[in-house]
Nanobody
Framework: QVQFAESGGGLVQPGGSLRLSCVAS????????IGWFRQAPGKEREGVSC????????YYTDSVKGRFTISRDNVKNTVYLQMDSLKPEDTAVYYC???????????????WGKGTLVTVSS
């Protein structure tokens, strides 16, 4: 059973930083690309970033390019999202999800954790 446990969210001032962690279980993490997604209040869930199984390719939505960095540690079954220069519009619940293959061009497995809430506010 695919499971994710996201953590690291919290309240941060604009311009601040957070590091999110996503611990995966129930599948062989090293074989799959993993994506980070977020859902702001009243909005649909959107893709934020993705990393291929080998870490050779990473992708970011335009609004976070240059501010967020995705990485993974397959030994620890963990994917990270370093978020710098945070803005109020980054406020959302953040989730990670498995891709159906090794690249970020694959689809998303419909199995979600509880997410972690990031609130950017002064």
């Amino acid at each position: 059973q695919v499971q994710f446990a996201e953590s690291g969210g919290g309240l941060v001032q604009p311009g601040g930083s957070l590091r999110l962690s996503c611990v995966a279980s129930g599948f062989t993490l090293e074989s799959y690309a993993i994506g980070w997604f977020r859902q702001a209040p009243g909005k649909e869930r959107e893709g934020v970033s993705c990393i291929s199984s080998s870490s050779s390719n990473t992708y970011y939505t335009d609004s976070v390019k240059g501010r967020f960095t995705i990485s993974r540690d397959n030994v620890k079954n963990t994917v990270y999202l370093q978020m710098d220069s945070l803005k109020p519009e980054d406020t959302a619940v953040y989730y990670c999800a498995q891709r159906t293959g090794s690249t970020c061009h694959h689809g998303v497995v419909d199995a979600w954790g509880k997410g972690t809430l990031v609130t950017v506010s002064s």
